[in-house]
């Protein structure tokens, strides 16, 4: 969704007139979050994502396109969301571009990667092969609604322990993969482990520490 | 991605009357192959009618012994499924071998039917020439990089080869397809679901552009118990099939074959039943000779092509080993 996502870029562009600040996606975030208010860091509430200011942001239409955009609803880690957006928006978009969930990550696009796995009902799925709008109701979760507050949740932790990652750019997908896999039983042995994580690819190569912070999460649940 | 208007379908038949008459619109399921193709220009549906909320996901048995299988039921429902774990083992190994946890949650049993193929010639329009993608625009593959292409039933126009494993064992297994026109519903035996290229390589299947698969039904088959996929890749994991073999055996008490079914992937642009083989099997002993003798038979018309000649070897020794394998099982 290349050309998508270059309209959005250009749209902010326009409305905010700041290009060089919104040329580079990590300060065109931080940027956006100081639109949106500082305190908010990662998790931008509802109560933003409605206001006037951001309104503008939100119904960008795709360049060239000529698709009407469409009001969806989405619950994304317990909190109710309303967007204006173009049908095309795949959930990966919607959460990074649309909602400033940045956790999950866009690595191949293609669902080859694994980068982008998010719950929807409990159920791992490639978030850049589904649009948006097809997950209206459903119950979506990213790595962001994985922790109980402060508490991490124990495959965080687990990661952390065991050093489940290098550039840590797969991790977001890795860990609500691993989520997942618990609650499918299927880590019952190390083969087992590797081969239902086998959509999760690891560039930097941490596979060993991956599968030993797995079984030390599915161990301690057990205990 | 071109635009689109997206509607969501909540009845088949309302589904149906939606599509019918009208160019340009599809189906939306899984969208785990449509929208990547979208994604990279080669398809530009109008309209897309989501029938993710269809009442079509569930797997139930059918009298007799068969079982019914909704078009919209997931890859990994299906595999999973204590039915067809017992039943159909051919048919769960096949699922699991394919894509990732993830693709199995979000692809349908519809959907893995309608896959179209990974040629990288199809797949990128970057490239000018492909007859599937653009008619009469000729073949990148004859004469290109073609190491995961087609050794059986191909034609001058294509030599793409279909990328399902689920198909390969509902091939074997005699699936029946059901499909809901605005003629009502028909029944598609499964090796008339598929098409070889000819002379039409853009039509991969013989369903209408109106029609919405409903489900697909296993006839009967206490054999299948003891059925087996293999599956030869790349990777040991996440990786399409250079070659598999769905394969499942009736064996007599004195190890004389009574029944097989056994069916191809990675060699052809339909999901390859076996016919020869199979003919090769039946009455005879189950034994490594049998086996290689009915892999020589199904392989004889076979023709590689500069990068994908070895597939032809493979293939004979992959059917030998599923074959030994399955007459192994208790």
Redesign the interface.
């Known amino acids: 969704m290349a050309s998508d996502s270059g309209g959005l870029f250009e749209s902010e562009t326009d409305e905010l007139n700041e290009p060089s600040i919104l040329g580079h996606p990590e300060t065109r975030r931080k940027f956006i979050r100081q639109v949106a208010g500082t305190s908010a860091a990662i998790t931008i509430g509802p109560s933003f994502i409605s206001a006037a200011s951001l309104d503008r942001v939100e119904s960008t239409s795709a360049a060239g396109g000529t698709s009407d955009s469409v009001n969806v609803r989405l619950k994304i880690n317990g909190k109710d969301y309303t967007l204006d957006i173009d049908p095309r928006v795949t959930l990966l978009d919607a959460l990074r571009e649309r909602l400033h969930l940045t956790g999950s990550k866009k690595g191949c696009d293609h669902g080859q990667c694994g980068a982008c796995t998010v719950l929807v009902n409990g159920r791992r799925i490639n978030s850049c092969l589904s649009l948006a709008i097809m997950h209206e109701g459903e119950e979506i979760t990213t790595i962001e609604g994985l922790a109980d507050g402060e508490e991490l949740h124990p495959l965080q932790s687990a990661f952390i322990d065991h050093d489940g990652f290098q550039c840590g750019y797969c991790t977001p997908g890795q860990i609500c993969s691993a989520v997942a896999l618990l609650k499918e039983n299927h880590a019952n042995s190390d083969g087992e482990i590797r081969e239902w994580m086998s959509g999760n690819i690891c560039r930097c190569g941490a596979y060993p520490n991956i599968l030993a912070a797995i079984k030390e999460a599915k161990r301690k649940a057990r205990a | 991605?071109s635009?689109?208007?997206?509607s969501r379908a909540t009845d088949a038949n309302q589904a149906v009357t939606a599509i019918s008459g009208k160019s340009q619109v599809k189906f939306?399921g899984g969208?785990?192959n449509l929208?990547?193709l979208m994604?990279m220009g080669v398809e530009a549906p109008k309209e897309?009618i989501?029938i993710?909320r269809l009442p079509l996901a569930q797997i139930e048995e059918l009298p007799g012994k068969g079982v019914r299988i909704g078009g919209l039921a997931r890859n990994?429902d299906v595999a999973e499924h204590e039915l067809i774990k017992t039943r159909y083992p051919v048919l769960s190994e096949a699922l699991l071998s394919g894509?990732?946890?993830?693709?199995r949650?979000?692809a349908t049993v519809g959907g893995n039917l309608l896959q179209r193929t990974r040629c990288y010639y199809f797949y990128d329009p970057a490239f000018p020439a492909c007859n599937k993608r653009k008619p009469s625009s000729g073949c990148g593959a004859i004469d290109g990089y073609n190491r995961i292409h087609a050794i059986l039933g191909q034609s001058e126009q294509c030599i793409a080869t279909h990328p399902s494993d689920m198909c390969v064992a509902l091939a074997a297994l005699d699936a029946i397809v059901r499909a809901r026109g605005p003629n009502g519903e028909r029944e598609i035996a499964f090796g008339d679901f598929h098409r070889l290229p000819g002379d039409t390589p853009e039509r991969d299947t013989n369903l209408g552009p109106d029609e919405l698969i409903i489900a697909v039904d296993l006839p009967a088959m206490l054999f299948a118990a003891r059925s087996h996929y293999l599956k030869v890749r790349d990777r040991?994991?996440?990786a399409f099939a250079l070659v598999s073999v769905a394969a499942a055996l009736d064996l007599g008490s004195n190890k004389k074959i009574n029944a097989a079914r056994l069916a191809l992937g990675g060699v052809a642009h339909k999901p390859w039943r076996a016919n020869a083989a199979e003919k090769k099997l039946i009455g005879q002993e189950a034994n490594e000779k049998t086996f290689r003798a009915a892999a020589e038979a199904e392989l004889a018309p076979a023709k590689g092509y500069k990068y994908n000649s070895f597939k032809i070897e493979l293939a004979k020794r992959a059917i030998v080993r599923a074959l030994s394998t399955v007459a192994a099982m208790g």
């Open positions: 991605m635009p689109f208007t997206y939306l969208g785990t929208i990547d994604k897309l989501d993710n990994s894509a990732s946890p993830q693709l949650n979000m040991a994991s996440y």
